[in-house]
T-cell receptor
Framework: EPEVTQTPSHQVTQMGQEVILRCVPISNHLYFYWYRQILGQKVEFLVSFYNNEISEKSEIFDDQFSVERPDGSNFTLKIRSTKLEDSAMYFC??????????????FGDGTRLSIL | KQEVTQIPAALSVPEGENLVLNCSFTDSAIYNLQWFRQDPGKGLTSLLLIQSSQREQTSGRLNASLDKSSGRSTLYIAASQPGDSATYLCAVTYTGANSKLTFGKGITLSVRP
């Protein structure tokens, strides 16, 4: 069964450094998402992306964050200047239907980001 | 505020028991509700998706129901097994939310052999 893949599985970065998290969504999917889960807390929506532009973003997704689909397969999340509070598990998801009324979002295994 | 709640946070049952996991959500204006399974340190595996027009969905030993008017969903697991031990998350797509998911905190299930 096709799946969403994320790399790396674990990223350790010094505070203030830039980090790029990578995702390869399912190949025929058109809608892409990033979520994060701080340890012990709920999974939170960050951003959704369709047709090479952001569809929606949460208040968490400030100017330090950006997303890009640099080619036909990858979808990246960049954090420009990391803070301690950015430490979390980051999940990428994809869907072949924006409204998902009959299509689920499929999630990757996540990247655990640790900021020192 | 649109919010999804799952209580209790943890549940421990003996193997073989049938069990029900609860999810409640504020605001009945939803597109769908999705149940996920999360194993420790792993991603989210989609189990069932119920559209707002549906009352229930079934997959194997799992059955999910939806009562939009009362803002509730249940995930029924029949004949539980130790391999069912995981965290189960409920997530809602609200109308006007542009398909983003709003998650509950999850219920950590432990099935004892």
């Amino acid at each position: 069964e096709p799946e969403v893949t994320q790399t790396p599985s674990h990223q350790v970065t010094q505070m203030g450094q830039e980090v790029i998290l990578r995702c390869v969504p399912i190949s025929n999917h058109l809608y892409f998402y990033w979520y994060r889960q701080i340890l012990g807390q709920k999974v939170e929506f960050l951003v959704s992306f369709y047709n090479n532009e952001i569809s929606e973003k949460s208040e968490i997704f400030d100017d330090q964050f950006s997303v890009e689909r640099p080619d036909g397969s990858n979808f990246t999340l960049k954090i420009r200047s990391t803070k301690l509070e950015d430490s979390a598990m980051y999940f990428c998801a994809s869907s072949d239907s924006k409204w998902a009324s009959n299509q689920p979002q499929h999630f990757g295994d996540g990247t655990r980001l640790s900021i020192l | 505020k649109q919010e999804v709640t799952q209580i209790p946070a943890a549940l421990s049952v003996p193997e073989g028991e049938n069990l029900v996991l609860n999810c409640s959500f504020t605001d009945s204006a939803i597109y769908n509700l999705q149940w996920f399974r999360q194993d420790p340190g792993k991603g989210l595996t989609s189990l069932l998706l119920i559209q707002s027009s549906q009352r229930e969905q079934t997959s194997g030993r799992l059955n999910a129901s939806l009562d939009k008017s009362s803002g509730r969903s249940t995930l029924y697991i029949a004949a539980s097994q130790p391999g069912d031990s995981a965290t189960y998350l409920c997530a809602v797509t609200y109308t006007g939310a542009n398909s983003k998911l709003t998650f509950g905190k999850g219920i950590t299930l432990s099935v004892r052999p």
